[in-house]
């Protein structure tokens, strides 16, 4: 399962004697791999700025994780070429460890060999400034977050705009990817070709009389450029002066002139714009390879990943970092609300191993640790109670201190 159960309890005798007997529990039975989660001491202040800290860090976490899935979810639409790479963009920094630093590894290593990064948030500024520096970063990721996709989505509107263009029906689609000098009488002053869309039932039809709808057609001018599945666009040449009756008689036949004049400089614009368009959206996940060192075998060629892609994989990994660390705190200051000063809890992360066990999983915790809250724990046992004044019926709240980590981003 990609879900993990961040919980604590007291650091007392007692308390360290249920843990092991939740992981005997939970071993035997196959229930959860379970791990303890390192938590460095903190400034802690007073009990009612952690209150304070507490609702912030949890609207912190909210943004946070729904910050990530906008990530994901960007990687998925940049890579839209190629969905099946889109986990291996979703990576975070290897850890603080020398020999990891440079390595990207997946979500739940990361979060299984979770160690608090010192440098990043030192642990010994006061709380409210550990906060504060995680949600101007995590601000600062969104905003340029927003930047970057929204010039992203403006340039692959415009494409799909064209590209529907370029698919549509005779009467509306572009003709740009069709026409050629060649099919047009060009700089006459006498005689001018037109377009003509004929159903594809008249073709036999458009070519007896096409050169009989009016005086003065060319005879032998008419030829398929192109054609789809409900008709074709034929090329027919006159002169000037006929237009307006060849095109009334046309219509009388169940054929449509197409109004188009061909400008060869517009032409050329709309296919390079096109090609244009084309090039920059696959820039901004296209992988190329650069040597390092030419002939080097120690240095093979190195994967150069385009802009958006490259920015969303480095903001993606800290931006996950960063909620993982949030997380962190909210299992500190939750602990120290719960089970007082001195600072004394023990953080353990569980992994269920199966859906169908979870509901096993928490019974085992509950029963484990009612004794930190007896009515908490019989509320679990009857969903339906509800004490005034207590909101027990929370499905959040529990004997212990719990937060979920939910790497299911993408769903």
């Given at each position: ?15 360290l ?5 939740l ?10 791999y379970n791990t303890?989660?390192?938590i460095?001491?903190?400034?802690v202040g007073?009990?009612?700025?952690l ?5 912030e860090l949890?609207?912190l ?13 960007s ?7 190629a ?22 590894i ?13 440098a ?9 400034s550990?906060v ?26 415009t ?21 050629n ?16 869309i ?23 001018s008419?030829k398929?450029?192109?054609e789809?599945?409900?008709g074709?666009?034929f090329t ?15 219509k009388?036949?169940?054929f449509?002139?197409r109004e ?9 614009r709309?296919?390079?714009?096109m090609t ?5 959206k ?9 040597a390092?060192?030419?002939?080097s ?9 385009g ?8 903001n993606?990994s ?15 200051v939750?602990?120290?609300l719960r ?12 992994q269920?191993q199966?859906?169908?066990?979870v ?6 915790l ?7 809250d ?9 969903a339906?109670?509800?004490?005034p ?6 499905q ?13 981003l993408l769903?």
């Amino acid at each position: 399962m990609s879900e993990f159960w961040l919980i604590s309890a007291p650091g007392d005798k007692e308390n360290l004697h249920a843990l092991e007997r939740l992981n005997t529990v939970t071993s035997k039975s196959n229930l959860s791999y379970n791990t303890k989660f390192a938590i460095p001491d903190f400034k802690v202040g007073t009990l009612d700025s952690l209150v304070g800290l507490s609702d912030e860090l949890g609207k912190l976490d909210t943004f946070a994780e729904s910050l990530i899935k906008r990530m994901a979810q960007s990687v998925v639409e940049v890579m839209e070429d190629a969905k099946g790479k889109v986990q291996e963009n979703l990576l975070a920094n290897g850890g603080l460890k020398e020999k990891m630093k440079c390595l990207k590894i997946d979500l739940t290593s990361f979060v299984t060999h979770f160690e608090w990064d010192m440098a990043k948030y030192p642990a010994k500024q006061p709380l409210p400034s550990v906060v504060d520096t995680l949600a101007k970063q995590l601000a600062q990721i969104e905003t340029d977050l927003k930047g970057r996709t929204a010039a992203y989505s403006t340039l692959k509107a415009t494409l799909d705009s064209l590209n529907q263009k370029a698919k549509a029906n005779l009467f509306t689609r572009t003709l740009s990817d069709i026409v050629n000098k060649d099919d047009f009488v060009l700089d006459s002053e006498y005689l001018v070709t037109l377009l003509v869309i004929v159903p594809t039932q008249n073709y036999i039809q458009w070519q007896k009389t096409y050169e009989s709808l009016s005086d003065m057609v060319v005879p032998r001018s008419t030829k398929l450029i192109f054609e789809d599945k409900e008709g074709g666009l034929f090329t027919v040449t006159l002169f000037r002066k006929v237009i307006d009756d060849f095109k009334a008689r046309a219509k009388e036949n169940k054929f449509t002139v197409r109004e188009f004049y061909y400008d060869e400089k517009e032409i050329t614009r709309e296919r390079e714009e096109m090609t244009r368009l084309l090039s920059a959206k696959k820039q901004q996940y296209q992988t190329s390879c650069v040597a390092l060192k030419k002939g080097s075998s120690t240095f093979p060629d190195h994967k150069v990943k385009g802009p958006l892609l490259r920015w969303l994989k480095v903001n993606f990994s800290e931006a996950f970092i960063a909620w993982v660390h949030i997380k962190a705190l909210r299992v500190f200051v939750e602990s120290v609300l719960r089970y007082g000063l001195p600072v004394n809890f023990q953080a353990v992360l569980l992994q269920p191993q199966k859906k169908s066990s979870v509901k096993r999983l928490r019974e085992v915790l509950n029963s484990v640790f009612k004794h930190l809250d007896e009515v908490a724990a019989a509320s679990m046992l009857d969903a339906a109670m509800d004490i005034p004044g207590l909101q027990l019926n929370n499905q959040d709240y529990f004997p212990y201190v719990y937060f979920r980590i939910d790497l299911s981003l993408l769903d």
